[in-house]
């Protein structure tokens, strides 16, 4: 498969004596072919999940916004009941400092990720170079993409897993505010739910 990461292992013919051990894995990446994923508008496409891929942004792509570094695009499409999206570049493989981002369908920033926290990517390189997890709320029904790219201008081998995520479709945080008087209505109650919906102001009174 072309722009895909491959391991291999090697070991020595020592004549009379038999073999060496195997040694590896190596990793080398194939070549690319026809730039897919260099840009939005061929994206490549993620049919199911989870979804796996790898590449290097030093071999098959350039930059199109964001960081000046090349940058690497991902399609996919909500069903009827996702709500959240886990988007990770914490792999062994990934060898650069990453960002991730998750656009709409017109191409506008919904979220991103920079830097991990240890809780969700122990695989860091260090602690100046950093791989990335983005935990995002998503519509069912939608069509999103992923943009990864360097922090600043980092460039490297990536391996990128997109999944159905784990957060619930909304959060409810409210606030209240007493009536000045018994039976009068200027009181107020604050919903604010936080996902698909706006903020909700409820008037009340006893």
């Not at 020595?12 to 190596?26: L, T, V």
């Not at 070549?31 to 030093?58: L, Q, Y």
């Not at 914490?90 to 920079?114: A, M, Q």
Request: aromatic share 12%; charged share 20%.
């Amino acid at each position: 498969e072309p722009s895909t990461i491959y391991a291999y292992y090697v070991k020595q013919n020592c004549g009379a004596f038999g073999s060496s051990e195997w040694a590896g894995p190596f990793n080398f990446i194939s070549a690319c072919s026809s730039s897919v994923g260099d840009e939005i508008e061929n994206a490549i496409r993620v049919d199911a999940f989870p979804f796996v891929s790898s590449g290097s942004t030093v071999e098959c792509y350039s930059n199109t916004f964001g960081h000046p570094s090349s940058d690497a695009f991902y399609e996919f499409s909500t069903d009827d009941c996702m709500t959240s999206v886990t988007i990770s570049s914490c792999s062994e493989l990934t060898d650069f400092d990453t960002v991730i981002r998750l656009l709409d369908s017109l191409g506008n920033e919904v979220d991103f990720n920079d830097d991990a926290v240890e809780a969700d990517c122990s695989e860091q390189l260090d602690a100046f170079n950093r791989l990335s997890v983005l935990y995002a709320r998503v519509n069912p029904n939608t069509k999103y993409f992923v943009m990864i790219e360097g922090f600043g201008p980092n460039e490297g081998i990536f391996e990128i897993a997109i999944e159905e995520g784990t957060l619930p479709a909304f959060e409810i945080e409210s606030s209240a505010q007493a009536a000045s008087c018994y039976g009068e209505t200027d009181g107020q109650i604050d919903l604010e739910i936080i996902g698909i919906f706006s903020l909700i102001s409820l008037p009340y009174g006893i």
